[in-house]
Every structure is written in structure tokens, then in C-alpha cells.
């Protein structure tokens, strides 16, 4: 589309939940700066929702639910999709581009999976597609990594991309507050998708692992490329037991370049629940806070921090993509333009070299640590550190190993589990942000 110089730009918003409200919001208090910023007035054009009948800080003639007709309206010049899931914001935006509107989402459920599909749409009808919303709410680190970086080679990105687990996990440990309260808070202060299962379970901070690999590495993953546990099988007893080897738990997003003897890159995605130290930049990180260490040749390491979930933090960052999609309908220029993309191939859990911390509880009888020890041996294991805590029906031993292919530390646990000796193994977490 050529640049039309003093000229309204129209947006349409789909969706006004947490973060569409603020993102209405800052459009109607911010309009003199937005206006300033962009070159050309910003003018809602209208917002689908799925309920006319709700209260909401609008006028109602700006309302609809018919998407489909607002997104392919002539005075809209740039489409912001906050509605969050596959369908139908998948064909919303697809029409949107086709239409020759430039797109802005949050959506990173849909990103995860479409990214291709729709950088595709947008190259063709020579529009922007930004996303800057859908990894870590009010960080800037998607453009950084797609333009700041464009000229460097990253070999790791790794952070706590997720809000709610975040927010969990922090209360727990600092108050010992209850698991489903917490979810439940962090629902009400807008952290939490739509169907919290997506927090808890890790999907969301998988989806913002497939986003980020895609765009450090310039190849395409996808969420069903990203080893993804949760943090459901956390419990207090886990976070009391990380404090006594100086650690905490935080749920992780790891994305990084496995280099392999022959030469071979391979790409590793994954998203676990995992011991830190308490030394480690990511351990401070707490409540709906995100950050994200980026790992490159040249720059060297880099930390983002910031508000990673909540409605205001989001629209922050939507606004800026907007603000970038109006100057250049209005200035000319697109951008920014996706690389040429490769195909790095996908490095399955199994072979990505890990440590595990295990916590069991044992038979009190001598012998134990010697038989247990020796699963380890067989599986060249080496185990870092031992500690052996209670006695008779209470008697535990806990383990941290040192760096091994995940496959021989998962078949250790699974030794363990057959063992007499070992009565159950009560929790098994990787550890992180460590050295060997
Ligand atoms: N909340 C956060 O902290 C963050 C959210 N995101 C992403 O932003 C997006 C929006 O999140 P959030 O605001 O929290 O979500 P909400 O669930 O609060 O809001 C969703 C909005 O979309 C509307 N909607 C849903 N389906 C339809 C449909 N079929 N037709 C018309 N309207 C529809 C809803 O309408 P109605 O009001 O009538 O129900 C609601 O207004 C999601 O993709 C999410 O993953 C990204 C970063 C942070
Ligand atoms: N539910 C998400 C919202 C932001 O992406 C989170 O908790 O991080």
C-alpha cells in the first residue's frame, strides 16, 4: 500500500478483555501523543467482542460481534487481534492481511503454530504482522531479537516467560500461600489465559519458546517442537527442599543451539519446571515478572526484565507494534522483514545434556546410597551432591546429578522407581543455571 500522508489511520480491535481494555483505553487517553508519535491521528474504528451486552468502558456504537465485517472494512487500516486462541482469530487475521490491513496480536497459542502461514500473508500483501505482545507482555525482546540482533548469531535464549506460574511459584515459596488460591488471584489481576490449563500445564511457555527459537535461530518451531512439563506436580516440599541446596524453582523456557560433534546444529526447545541457584539473575525474578538471558556470539549475554503478564504491561507493548504499523502505512517502509528461514532440525529431549535434582524416599538400612549409587554408575551418571535426611518410615535421600544426556537420567529414575530399596521417588526436577 503507498503511503497516504495526513491521513487518519483507523484500527479496529478484536477483543476486550484484560488486555483489548487497555489497549482501548491508552488509544482514547494517549490520542494528542499517539498522534505525535505516529504523524497522523489514531482513530478507533471499532471492537468485536463476543457479549454486546457487557458493561464496558466504550461507546456502544463502536461494539460489534461480527469480526469478519469489521476487519474487512475500508477505513480500517490496522487490525489488533486480542481475542487470544486458534479459531477464529486465525481467519480474522488472514482476511485482515488479504485486505491489505496491517496486523498487530498477542496471540501467541496461534503464533506458535502459524507464524509461517501468516509472515507468508503479510509478505504478499506487502503489510506488517507484529507481535511484540505475545512473548512476555511488556518486554521489548521480540524486536531486539529480530532487528537489534539480526546481525549477530544467538546461541541461547532462556528465561521465565510466564506470568501466573511465575506469580505461583513466587507466593508459594515466599508465603507458603495455596496453589489454587493463587491461580485463581492470578486470574483475577488478568495473568492468566482463558483456560489457565495453558499456564500451569507449560503450553503457554512452550508457544513463547516455539516464537523466540523461530526468531533467534531463523528457523521455524513450532510448540509441537518444544519439550513441555508443567508446574502442577510442584509442591512446597519441593521448594523447601530447593532452599536447603541454596536453589529455588522457576518454571523455564530454554531455547538453544546444540552443536554436535560432527558439526551438525541442532535446535532444543523446552519448557520444565527446574532448581536454580539462588545466585542466579533469573532466581530474583518474581510474581508476574519475566525475563529473558540472550545468549550471542558477538553481544555476549543480555537480560530483558519486566512485567510479563497483565493487562496494562500487554497493551504497552501492542501499542508499541501499533504505533510502528501506522507510521509506516502513513511514512512508507515495512518492517521488520522476516529472514530467510532454514530448517534447523529439532534435538529431542533424550540427547540434550541435563541435571537432574531427585528426592526419594528410602528403606532406612545400610547399603541404600551404595545400591542407588550404583544405577547411577551403570548409566555413566555422576552425582554431584547426596543428602540424608530422616530416619526409619521417614528417611529420605536426596540427589543432584552432574550434566548427562536426559535419556540416562530419566532411565536412572526409572531404575530407581524398580528398586526394593527405594520406597517412592517423591519429586524429580532438572537443575538449571549452573556450570556442570
Ligand atoms: N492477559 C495477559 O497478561 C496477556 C495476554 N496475552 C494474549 O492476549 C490475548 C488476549 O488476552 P486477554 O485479554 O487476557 O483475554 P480475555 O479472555 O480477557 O479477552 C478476550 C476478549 O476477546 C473476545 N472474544 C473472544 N472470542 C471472541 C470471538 N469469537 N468473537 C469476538 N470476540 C471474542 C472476548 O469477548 P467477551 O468480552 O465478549 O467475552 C474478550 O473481550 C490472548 O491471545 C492472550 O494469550 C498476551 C500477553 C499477556
Ligand atoms: N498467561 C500469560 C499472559 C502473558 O503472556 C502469562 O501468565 O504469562
Redesign the pocket.
Known amino acids: 500500500m503507498n503511503p497516504t500522508p495526513n491521513r487518519t489511520i483507523g484500527v479496529a480491535v478484536?477483543?476486550?478483555?484484560?488486555?483489548?481494555?487497555?489497549v482501548v483505553r491508552i488509544i482514547s487517553d494517549s490520542a494528542d501523543d499517539l498522534r505525535s508519535r505516529v504523524g497522523a491521528p489514531l482513530e478507533l474504528r471499532g471492537v468485536?467482542?463476543?457479549?454486546?451486552a457487557?458493561p464496558?468502558k466504550i461507546a456502544q456504537e463502536l461494539l460489534t460481534?461480527d469480526?469478519e465485517a469489521l476487519v474487512a472494512r475500508d477505513d480500517v487500516d490496522i487490525v489488533v487481534?486480542?481475542?487470544?486462541?486458534i479459531?477464529?482469530?486465525r481467519g480474522l487475521i488472514r482476511t485482515a492481511l488479504e485486505h491489505g490491513k496491517s496486523v498487530v496480536?498477542?496471540?501467541?497459542?496461534?503464533l506458535a503454530e502459524y507464524t509461517g502461514e501468516l509472515a507468508t500473508a503479510a509478505a504478499d500483501a506487502k503489510v506488517d504482522l507484529y507481535f511484540e505482545?505475545?512473548?512476555?507482555?511488556a518486554i521489548p525482546v521480540v524486536r531486539p531479537l529480530m532487528q537489534s540482533l539480526a546481525g549477530d548469531t544467538v546461541e541461547r535464549v532462556a528465561g521465565i516467560v510466564n506470568?501466573?506460574t511465575n506469580f505461583i511459584l513466587s507466593a508459594m515459596d515466599e508465603t507458603g500461600a495455596d496453589y489454587a488460591e493463587t491461580l485463581a488471584e492470578a486470574g483475577r489481576l488478568?495473568?492468566?489465559?482463558?483456560d489457565p490449563t495453558?499456564d500451569v500445564e507449560g503450553y503457554?511457555a512452550a508457544a513463547k519458546a516455539a516464537i523466540l527459537a523461530s526468531i533467534a535461530f531463523h528457523t521455524r518451531v513450532t510448540a509441537a517442537d518444544v519439550h513441555r512439563e508443567g508446574i502442577t506436580a510442584v509442591t512446597p516440599a519441593d521448594l523447601a527442599a530447593a532452599k536447603k541446596f541454596d536453589c529455588t524453582v522457576k518454571l523455564l523456557s530454554i531455547c538453544e543451539r546444540v552443536h554436535d560433534a560432527d558439526g551438525r546444529q541442532r535446535i532444543s526447545a523446552r519448557v520444565y519446571p527446574a532448581l536454580i541457584p539462588l545466585s542466579h539473575p533469573l532466581a530474583s525474578v518474581n510474581g508476574?515478572f519475566n525475563a529473558v538471558v540472550v545468549e550471542a556470539d558477538n553481544a555476549g549475554r543480555l537480560m530483558f526484565y519486566g512485567q510479563?503478564?497483565?493487562?496494562s504491561?500487554?497493551a504497552s507493548?501492542?501499542l508499541g507494534d501499533t504505533v510502528m504499523a501506522a507510521r509506516n502505512k502513513v511514512h512508507g517502509g515495512r518492517g521488520p522483514l522476516e529472514s530467510t528461514y532454514a530448517s534447523l532440525p529439532i534435538a529431542p529431549i533424550d540427547d540434550v545434556p541435563t541435571r537432574y535434582y531427585i528426592s526419594m524416599k528410602v528403606a532406612d538400612r545400610a547399603g541404600v546410597l551404595a545400591q542407588v549409587a550404583g544405577e547411577f554408575t551403570k548409566r555413566s551418571v555422576s552425582i554431584a551432591a547426596v543428602r540424608q535426611e530422616g530416619a526409619g518410615d521417614d528417611a529420605r535421600l536426596i540427589l543432584v546429578t552432574h550434566r548427562a544426556p536426559d535419556r540416562a537420567q530419566s532411565e536412572c529414575v526409572a531404575a530407581l522407581e524398580d528398586m526394593d530399596a527405594v520406597i517412592k521417588v517423591s519429586s524429580v526436577l532438572r537443575l538449571e543455571g549452573t556450570d556442570d
Do not use: F
Not at 496480536?105 to 496461534?110: D, F, G, H, R, S
Not at 510479563?308 to 493487562?311: E, H, L, P, S, W
Open positions: 478484536l477483543g476486550m478483555g484484560n488486555v483489548g481494555a487497555e468485536a467482542v463476543r457479549d454486546l457487557k464496558r460481534d469480526p487481534e486480542l481475542m487470544g486462541g479459531d477464529p482469530a496480536t498477542a496471540n501467541k497459542a496461534l505482545a505475545a512473548v512476555a507482555g506470568g501466573t488478568g495473568y492468566a489465559e482463558a495453558a503457554d508476574a510479563g503478564a497483565g493487562g504491561p500487554t507493548a501492542v
